[in-house]
């Protein structure tokens, strides 16, 4: 049976630099289009924390050692990152629908997603981005430039940036149309370029949304059947890389909640998936949320592994 799904698709799977996220994207997009020629309607959603951090790095770089290179703010890295992940997504796409004899297309939306700017997020800036460090060099970094750093998951230090919640999707009446016409569509990427308003205009903002959290939103506002986080793991586990660890097959929301209150979950990673499946699963009718590797999609969507996430 088809369903229409909604895959949030991680920043860190499609690698550090343009070279080698041309041949992660190859390796995503045939495993994706294989949900597709089963008759299942997918849209995209993807993160951006690598790229929008190289991004950011190397405009500061060059803004800070050339007087005639402007400095460019994060929220217009975000909007190159959009650009540059889904211009090799749709490339990647359309030449595996060419060779699977798919009859689709892939396009990517600039996506604007609206953000409050009371959110409390911007005092206090939780999201990852860029490359990881030692936490020497972190500490070293923090002292010269004033940025904040937090240990991600144990895989190094990284630089965190405001992540408020997103509110609404400006572009979503396009996506509609552009999913009711057959297209499989790009979306939401790096979360969306966040946006508030100011005397009645939309106006950007430095901050980078959460991708699970906007992937979440999309599918409550297209009446999706399956939220699908794919990551770097094929299940969730409480008590993670401990002795006594344990994958969960299944996890209802009161489970869930409670889980998160014992901060069995990072800050960094795992946490904000959780937190978008609660929202998806418990607003939504009768959909529920999956989180796995990418690699796993589709047993998972068969229920063979991964975390399904119930009411």
Known sequence: MSQKIVIAL?????GNNPIEQLKKVKIATDIISDLIKEGNDVVIGHGNGPQVGMIKLAMDYSSNS????????????????????????????????????????????????????????????????????????????????????????GRGYRKVVPSPKPLKIVELDAIKKMIDQGLIVITVGGGGIPVVKENKKLVGIDAVIDKDKSSSKLALDLDADVLLILTAVDKVYINFNKENQKALDKLNIKDAKKYMLEGQFAKGSMLPKIEACIDFVEKSKNSYAIITSLEKAMDALKGLTGTKIIK
């Open 10 to 14: 991680g920043g860190n799977a499609l």
């Open 66 to 153: 050339d007087e005639k290179t402007p400095s460019m703010p994060l929220v217009e890295c975000g909007a190159m990152s959009q650009g540059y992940i889904g211009y090799h997504l749709q490339q990647a796409f359309n030449a595996s629908f060419s060779e699977k004899n798919i009859e689709k297309t892939a396009i990517s939306v600039i996506t604007q997603v609206e953000v409050s700017k009371e959110d409390k997020a911007f005092e206090n800036p939780t999201k990852p981005v860029g490359m990881f460090y030692t936490k020497e060099k972190a500490q070293e970094l923090q002292r010269e430039k004033g940025f904040k750093f937090i240990e991600d998951a």
